[in-house]
T-cell receptor, first 112, second 115 residues
Framework: DGGITQSPKYLFRKEGQNVTLSCEQN?????MYWYRQDPGQGLRLIYY???????QKGDIAEGYSVSREKKESFPLTVTSAQKNPTAFYLC???????????FGDGTRLSIL | DQQVKQNSPSLSVQEGRISILNCDYT??????FLWYKKYPAEGPTFLIS?????DKNEDGRFTVFLNKSAKHLSLHIVPSQPGDSAVYFC??????????????FGTGTLLAVQP
C-alpha cells in the first residue's frame, strides 16, 4: 500500500535531549512537509522540502532541524532549543503541482 | 494573525440532516482551498478542494462553496452520518513567491452527528 509512515507513534523526551521523528513515503512525491498541532489550534508549518537536498523554514522552525537526503525520507529533529516541544507532529507529502497534501498518522511527543 | 478562521469550534447535527461547516479567510492572494477531516490520534484525511476559478465543487455527499467577494467558504455534508463525526479543518494556499502550496490551516470545527 502506498502511503506515509511516521514513527514512532508516541515519543518521550527528557529535558535537554534531541529526538528525531521519522517520516517515510512510498508515493514518489517530491514535496514533503512537517507540521505541529497544539490543542485548539490548527496545523502550523515547521519545515518543508520541495526536492531532495533542499528544504525551507516554515512559520515555526526555531528549535527544529530537518534533512532531505532521499526522496522518500524527511526526518525531523526536535532539538533541546525547542522550549515547548510537547505536541502532535504531522508529516505530509504532495506530488508535483497544486494537488492536496497527504498526511501520515502523526507522532505525539511528550516531555518527561 | 489568523489568516484562515473557523469561528465555530463545534457543531452538532442529527443523522440524515445537513451539516454546514464555515471558514473565512483574510488573504485575497489565496487561490486554492481544501477541507480535511481528522479523527483523534490520526493524521488529517483530504476530503475535497476548490480553486478560486470555481464557486462550487461537489463529491458525493460533500460540496464546497466558495464566495470570493466575502472571502468565505463552506462545506456541506448531506446527509450527515455518525461516521462523519470528526474535526474538520479548512486550509488555503496561494502561488506567491517560492512557497507554492504552503497550506495555512484554520483551527478546526468538531462535528458531532447524533444518531
Amino acid at each position: 500500500d502506498g502511503g506515509i509512515t511516521q514513527s514512532p507513534k508516541y515519543l518521550f523526551r527528557k529535558e535537554g535531549q534531541n529526538v528525531t521523528l521519522s517520516c517515510e513515503q512510498n508515493l514518489n512525491h517530491d514535496a514533503m512537509y512537517w507540521y505541529r498541532q497544539d490543542p485548539g489550534q490548527g496545523l502550523r508549518l515547521i519545515y518543508y522540502s520541495q526536492i531532495v537536498n533542499d528544504f525551507q523554514k516554515g512559520d515555526i522552525a526555531e528549535g527544529y532541524s530537518v534533512s532531505r537526503e532521499k526522496k522518500e525520507s524527511f526526518p525531523l529533529t526536535v532539538t533541546s532549543a525547542q522550549k515547548n516541544p510537547t505536541a502532535f507532529y504531522l508529516c505530509a507529502s504532495r506530488e508535483e503541482g497544486r494537488g492536496p497534501q497527504h498526511f501520515g498518522d502523526g507522532t505525539r511527543l511528550s516531555i518527561l | 494573525d489568523q489568516q484562515v478562521k473557523q469561528n465555530s469550534p463545534s457543531l452538532s447535527v442529527q443523522e440524515g440532516r445537513i451539516s454546514i461547516l464555515n471558514c473565512d479567510y483574510t488573504n485575497s492572494m489565496f487561490d486554492y482551498f481544501l477541507w480535511y477531516k481528522k479523527y483523534p490520534a490520526e493524521g488529517p484525511t483530504f476530503l475535497i478542494s476548490i480553486s478560486s476559478i470555481k464557486d462550487k465543487n461537489e463529491d458525493g455527499r460533500f460540496t464546497v462553496f466558495l464566495n470570493k467577494s466575502a472571502k468565505h467558504l463552506s462545506l456541506h455534508i448531506v446527509p450527515s452520518q455518525p461516521g462523519d463525526s470528526a474535526v474538520y479543518f479548512c486550509a488555503a494556499s496561494g502561488s506567491w513567491g517560492g512557497a507554492t502550496n504552503k497550506l495555512i490551516f484554520g483551527t478546526g470545527t468538531l462535528l458531532a452527528v447524533q444518531p
